[in-house]
Nanobody, 118 residues
Framework: QVQAVESGGGLVQAGGSLRLSCAYS????????MGWFRQAPGKEREFVAD????????SYSDSVKGRFTISRDNAKNTVYLQMTSLKPEDTGVYLC???????????WGQGTQVTVSS
C-alpha cells in the first residue's frame, strides 16, 4: 500500500522558515515525480513545487520561486520542502503526492497545516 506522510507544519511569523518532510513508502518511486501542493480555506488546491525522483529535476510555482526549495533523500524515500521568507499568503494545508511519469497524481498524503502570521 502506497503511503505519503507529511510532517513539519506549524505556526510561524512572516519572514520565518519551516521545513516540511514527506515520507513515502509502498513501492519503488524511480519513475515518479513527487510534488507539494497547498490548499487555503475556500481556495482551489494549487501546485507549489515538484521533483523528479530519478533525475532530481525541479520546478516551482512563480509564487514560491526563490523562497522555497524542494529536495529528496533517495535513501530515506523522503522529499523535503524548505520554505523561507514566509508570507501570510503561504498559509494553508500542504499536501505531498506522487505522479507516475509526470502524469496525474495517483496518491496523496493527509496534509500538514502551515500558518503564517503577519
Amino acid at each position: 500500500q502506497v503511503q505519503a506522510v507529511e510532517s513539519g507544519g506549524g505556526l510561524v511569523q512572516a519572514g520565518g522558515s519551516l521545513r516540511l518532510s514527506c515520507a513515502y513508502s509502498g513501492r519503488a518511486f524511480t519513475s515518479y515525480t513527487m510534488g507539494w501542493f497547498r490548499q487555503a480555506p475556500g481556495k482551489e488546491r494549487e501546485f507549489v513545487a515538484d521533483i523528479a525522483w530519478r533525475t532530481g529535476r525541479t520546478s516551482y510555482s512563480d509564487s514560491v520561486k526563490g523562497r522555497f526549495t524542494i529536495s529528496r533523500d533517495n535513501a530515506k524515500n523522503t522529499v523535503y520542502l524548505q520554505m523561507t521568507s514566509l508570507k501570510p499568503e503561504d498559509t494553508g494545508v500542504y499536501l505531498c503526492g506522487g505522479a507516475l511519469f509526470s502524469g496525474a497524481y495517483d496518491f496523496w498524503g493527509q496534509g500538514t497545516q502551515v500558518t503564517v502570521s503577519s
